[in-house]
């Protein structure tokens, strides 16, 4: 079924003459008429009864017209958002964040794009990498940013944006704060609270082993605000990123012999077209000036 045809049939509808509709149109009488008889053909009807000085919707025409102006409305509508989304007047983003990635480090950012492009939304979603990648794999998520310590399947695009250490966090009047750096070997017999979405802690629990220590793991928990008040209160010490949004009465110290760094990246999915907001989102990320770590020189 023509647009056009749709169109034209509503003009004379709206008028109920075929040489006023065709001048509202913009085409020719015959043109106009021709477009009609085509439609009738389609519906399989007569829509107007056209007599000399009197045409009128048929009760098929009657039928029809409502429907028709819908299917008009419906496809105009849907030209316009498209119109908005292309032009960046109207678009949203889905994007992924791992839960350990802190949120003050993309205020800045945040703030920048919003200014750029105000007509852009941006729905933040929470995971851990296994579920962020599997959700950009499904096309629920647009974009993720996220570090992940056993590697990345090959279907995902990395683009780096920064890297951060990882800290030892303690109590005030610990031992450690008399200490400018930790070593891993000095982990030893602590109580130990283990942050369960950190995607290194498999990792950081291999090297306390391997400088020959050991951990008790006396409190684990998914919640990070847990984990630092319990680290405030004395409880014990976590490893935790440089970048996190810390509570007060944490003391933190960098861990050295060996250096514990992750990188995070903003991962899509290989080969998959990207629209406009998508493309001036990752613009904006790649130019933002991100801080480089205090701790680069230990």
């Given amino acids: 079924m023509d647009l056009h045809h749709i169109r034209y049939f509503l003009a004379v509808s709206e008028t109920l003459n075929f040489t006023r509709a065709a001048e509202a149109c913009n085409v020719t009488q015959p043109a106009l008429s021709r477009a009609v008889q085509q439609l009738e053909e389609e519906v399989g009807g007569q829509l107007f009864r056209r007599e000399r000085n009197f045409t009128h919707l048929t009760d098929l025409g009657m039928l029809m017209r409502p429907r028709l102006q819908q299917i008009l409305a419906t496809v105009g509508e849907a030209k316009r958002e498209a119109r908005q989304f292309l032009t960046l007047e109207n678009a949203q983003i889905k994007v992924g964040i791992m839960c350990s990635v802190g949120p003050t480090r993309f205020t800045g950012l945040l703030a920048d794009f919003r200014m750029r492009y105000p007509g852009i939304s941006l729905e933040l979603i929470e995971g851990m990498p296994s579920a962020l990648a599997a959700r950009l794999e499904k096309g629920e998520i647009d974009i993720a940013v996220m570090a992940w310590a056993e590697g990345y399947p090959e279907r995902l695009d990395l683009k780096p944006l920064y890297r951060e250490r990882f800290l030892l966090a303690c109590p005030t009047g610990h031992r450690f704060t008399r200490m400018n750096a930790v070593r891993m070997q000095e982990v030893h017999g602590e109580n130990y609270l283990l942050r369960l979405n950190c995607e290194y802690a498999d990792n950081i629990e291999n090297l306390i082993r391997e400088t020959g220590g050991a951990v008790h793991i006396c409190y684990q928990s998914e919640r990070e605000d847990w984990i630092q008040n319990m680290v405030a209160g004395g409880l014990g010490i976590c490893f935790i990123p440089e ?15 060996p250096d514990v760094w992750r990188e995070i990246n903003l991962v899509t999915m290989s080969g998959r077209r990207m629209s406009p907001a998508l493309a001036s989102f990752i613009k904006a990320v790649r130019d933002y000036p991100w801080p480089a770590s205090r701790f680069d020189t230990i």
Avoid: A, K, Y
């Fill in 243 to 257: 970048f996190s949004v810390m509570l007060p009465g944490l003391e933190l110290r960098p861990v050295i012999e």
